[in-house]
């Protein structure tokens, strides 16, 4: 085989590539759209994992979505995810959301102290207002205690522009606001 006929068939070996995960890529985005769209604040939703139970919005940064109980693979593909050992909003306690750096939570890496919170769900809405951010490592826990206050904390992987698994994470506390 001739260099010039090489080149060719790896030119189109990496289009056919290159198509294919773009077209997986919008893919998700699409269903993440759609399962967005389905949440409705009215209609009563269990804490049962997999399923819809509220919806985040942080207006600044154009943020909001959905937020699924749970934190598996497959929830956060969607979007964000609450951790199941942490009190709901209406509970007393640190309400904690994770979401993926590079879809959901992207808009974070400009959050800033005094941004507004809403969180939105079929018991309520309760605000929140950004009193920090700090970076730990995964195996820091420290965010996610209690604190004296109601509170919420989202989480995503941090660098935001790593590619691949992040060694680092991204925790910003808010503080409900009255």
């Known amino acids: 085989m ?7 068939t790896l ?31 009215d209609a009563p939703a269990p804490l049962v994992e997999g399923a ?20 598996s693979d497959a929830i956060l593909d969607r979007g964000p995810g609450h951790l199941a050992d942490t009190p709901w909003i209406g509970k007393a306690g640190n309400v904690v959301i994770a979401g993926h750096r590079d879809t ?11 941004d507004v919170i809403d969180v939105r769900s079929h018991s309520g809405s309760k605000r929140y207002r950004v009193v920090s951010t700090r970076i730990v490592m995964p195996t820091d826990l420290s965010v996610l205690k209690r604190g004296k206050t109601n509170s919420l904390t989202l989480l995503t992987c941090y660098p935001f522009g ?11 506390r808010a503080v409900e606001i009255e």
């Open 2 to 8: 001739s260099l010039r006929r090489l080149i060719q």
């Open 104 to 114: 959901t939570f992207r808009p974070l890496r400009n959050v800033r102290t005094g």
């Open 11 to 41: 030119s189109v070996i990496a289009i056919a590539i290159g198509a294919g995960l773009l077209g997986y890529g919008a893919t998700v985005m699409i269903q993440a759209r759609e399962y967005n769209r389905s949440f409705r604040p």
């Open 52 to 71: 819809p139970i509220g919806e985040i919005s942080i207006d600044r940064l154009g943020l909001r979505a959905v937020v699924t109980e749970g934190d």
């Open 162 to 172: 790593f590619i691949g698994h992040a060694p680092k994470r991204f925790a910003v």
